[in-house]
């Protein structure tokens, strides 16, 4: 395409313009800017009543920074007038100088320029706790199209104001998916793998549980995580009719593996492939962390078998009784018997049916978790019109769980605790279960419950406003609370801010815990953005929608790196790390972890670590979560 737009780009400083000719001139500009700065907004961009923030993030000295910064808004590929000479050979040039564009002064006045932009502003500085920034709110800007943000630091990457943004993360998380599945050969992405999973770990008799997907960036299947795929397709299925075809599809060929993940007399089993517990850890004690089930696995012969059944190089499921994964299995079934075709529907009732009786016979030790995951799990039922609950249960279940929540009336308050009321319930993967199964309680409203729903209600709300939302404003992204801690570990080590009451809060999970796990909190913020989406839904609520976009944005660009961790979302990202597969498409990374100081970290280099940079997949399921109920 030809352009000309000299008025606008071309330029070439004018002590720089004299005998020489262009090639030399060409290895003689200056500098760019760019790298001294991060100008950081979300790279998927806006709706266009969404919240819009765009933070200036300085890498050196912000000492020499004037207090306030211009920004303009322009059109994506229109750059505001620059400074130019040019050689003359280049004057009758169609094409416009393209060198070091960015290095150049403005020319004309501020007030022209404001003149040519869509719209423009100030980057305030900002005094935050994780160091000063320049930041403006540019929420007003509605206008649909693709633009970019320049300011004489430099430029934003391109994003789209429009009312169909999020269909991008709903395409980009199908093709995640099935990029992920297991025993099923991916042209260009993948072999077909472990087709011939698994043996049990208890005779070595042989289950047919190949298929289902991949959990992370590793071989393992582990239901604890990756049966929660159907709860996002359910989701995409009732909430959008673009994808229905294709969420059918990918229902029924992950189903297949999660219905084989049960034993005939009830029991759901926990994993494929997940290995072995480190030396010197015991199942009982230190198969969680954090509420996070099978960190300490060591993924021994996770990867690869010669897909040939019985040759003696089988995988092991693991057996053992994971309430979590029971209670799960029944939540998940029950939502997809509403999707699937009336035969497949009816065995999906009755297999979740068989694993309620199950679960509810060999109970559970009354875990905040567990409480929780049984309360969805009979919720969902009810509603595929099981007969064999009663809506009392429920009622007691959400009556247990809700006692479990914090009341105090000084500092950070509402957030959920143990059984115990030894320590606040926090989880890498699921933090916002208790919250959710309540508000799931409240959106269907099962015949019998109502007396529960209005003390449920206010429950949900009391942990957004006095919990989530006190501690957004603890710095400049908005970013909201980790966990809170009634008991803070090691305290000598790492920085916990004050909560009120003698407790501790934390953005980011505290590196120095028991197991020394150092996790990003994707998972984290992503539950969260699905909460706070289904309370604005549920609620009328719009700062609670908006809550739920900036950690969205965060998550995808707004944030001191600049970066997306939703690695087909924008245009920078970190290196996504799997251990078996070179890149998978279209991925959601751990996301950020805390310094002990509990300052954001984020690994921005080719260095591979696990901790921040693994491909995982339940981020990914809460944004569908999030995204279904903008």
């Given at each position: 395409m030809r352009m000309n737009r000299r008025d606008l780009l071309k330029f070439v400083p004018a002590t720089a313009v004299g005998s020489i000719g262009v090639r030399a001139f060409a290895a003689q500009t200056a500098p760019s800017v760019k790298s001294q700065?991060?100008?950081a907004c979300s790279q998927l961009g806006f709706r266009p009543d969404s919240p819009k923030t765009l933070t200036l993030v300085p890498r050196g000295d912000p000492v020499q920074l004037p207090s306030q910064i211009p920004f303009y808004i322009m059109p994506a590929g229109n750059s505001l007038p620059r400074q130019s000479t040019i050689p003359e050979v280049w004057n009758d040039s169609v094409f416009d100088w393209p060198f070091d564009v960015e290095s150049a002064p403005w020319a004309g006045t501020e007030e022209s320029r404001r003149g040519k932009a869509r719209h423009s502003g100030l980057l305030v500085r900002k005094e935050d706790r994780w160091g000063p920034v320049w930041q403006a709110d540019f929420t007003a800007y509605k206008q649909p199209g693709i633009f970019q943000i320049e300011t004489e630091k430099g430029y934003s990457v391109p994003f789209q104001i429009g009312d169909s943004i999020y269909e991008r993360v709903m395409r980009g998380y199908l093709i995640y998916l099935y990029s992920q599945r297991a025993g099923f050969a991916v042209p260009g992405i993948r072999p077909a793998e472990n087709t011939d999973d698994a043996v049990l770990d208890t005779d070595g008799s042989w289950i047919p549980a190949s298929g289902g997907w991949f959990d992370a960036g590793d071989t393992s299947k582990n239901m604890a995580l990756t049966s929660f795929h159907l709860e996002a397709l359910a989701n995409l299925y009732e909430f959008t009719e673009v994808y229905r075809s294709q969420v059918r599809d990918e229902i029924a060929w992950g189903n297949r593996w999660v219905?084989?993940?049960?034993?005939?007399?009830?029991?759901?089993?926990?994993?494929?492939?997940?290995?072995?517990?480190?030396?010197?850890?015991?199942?009982?004690?230190?198969?969680?962390?954090?509420?996070?089930?099978?960190?300490?696995?060591?993924?021994?012969?996770?990867?690869?078998?010669?897909?040939?059944?019985?040759?003696?190089?089988?995988?092991?499921?693991?057996?053992?009784?994971?309430?979590?994964?029971?209670?799960?299995?029944?939540?998940?079934?029950?939502?997809?018997?509403?999707?699937?075709?009336?035969?497949?529907?009816?065995?999906?009732?009755?297999?979740?049916?068989?694993?309620?009786?199950?679960?509810?016979?060999?109970?559970?030790?009354?875990?905040?978790?567990?409480?929780?995951?049984?309360?969805?799990?009979?919720t969902e039922l009810l509603r595929a019109n099981s007969h064999i609950i009663a809506p009392q249960e429920l009622v007691l279940l959400a009556q247990e769980l809700m006692e479990r929540q914090d009341s105090g009336t000084e500092g950070l308050s509402h957030y959920f605790l143990e059984k115990d009321g030894k320590?606040?319930?926090?989880s890498v993967g699921f933090s916002c279960d208790p919250p959710l199964s309540l508000l799931r309680l409240c959106e269907l409203k099962p015949p019998g419950t109502e007396a529960v729903l209005p003390a449920a209600e206010g429950a949900v709300r009391l942990h957004i406003d006095r919990f989530l939302l006190a501690d957004a404003g603890s710095n400049a992204y908005a970013v909201?609370?980790?966990?809170?801690?009634?008991?803070?570990?090691?305290?000598?080590?790492?920085?916990?801010?004050?909560?009120?009451?003698?407790?501790?809060?934390?953005?980011?999970?505290?590196?120095?815990?028991?197991?020394?796990?150092?996790?990003?909190?994707?998972?984290?913020?992503?539950?969260?953005?699905?909460?706070?989406?289904?309370?604005?839904r549920y609620f009328g609520e719009p700062l609670y929608r908006h809550q739920a976009e900036r950690l969205l944005q965060w998550s995808m660009g707004h944030n001191p790196t600049g970066l997306s961790t939703f690695t087909g979302i924008g245009w920078k990202h970190p290196v996504g790390f799997s251990m078996v597969n070179l890149k998978i498409p279209e991925a959601v990374l751990n996301g950020f972890a805390g310094r002990p100081d509990d300052t954001p970290y984020l690994q921005t280099s080719n260095l591979i670590e696990w901790n921040t940079q693994e491909v995982w997949g339940v981020p990914y399921v809460h944004a569908i979560g999030a995204v279904t109920n903008l």
């Open positions: 700065y991060v100008l219905q084989a993940m049960m034993a005939p007399e009830g029991n759901v089993w926990e994993d494929v492939g997940a290995g072995e517990l480190r030396p010197g850890m015991s199942y009982e004690k230190d198969w969680w962390n954090e509420n996070h089930p099978g960190c300490t696995a060591d993924n021994s012969r996770s990867p690869f078998t010669d897909n040939i059944p019985l040759s003696g190089d089988e995988r092991k499921i693991r057996t053992a009784y994971n309430p979590w994964v029971q209670f799960g299995f029944v939540r998940e079934q029950s939502m997809v018997s509403r999707v699937l075709q009336e035969t497949d529907s009816a065995k999906c009732l009755a297999l979740a049916e068989k694993a309620w009786k199950t679960g509810v016979k060999r109970g559970h030790d009354r875990r905040t978790m567990f409480v929780s995951g049984q309360l969805r799990a009979g320590d606040a319930y926090r909201t609370p980790y966990g809170a801690y009634v008991r803070m570990v090691r305290p000598e080590m790492q920085t916990y801010r004050d909560a009120g009451r003698g407790r501790g809060v934390r953005t980011f999970i505290h590196p120095f815990n028991d197991q020394f796990m150092v996790h990003g909190t994707n998972g984290v913020l992503m539950h969260q953005a699905e909460l706070l989406a289904r309370a604005g």
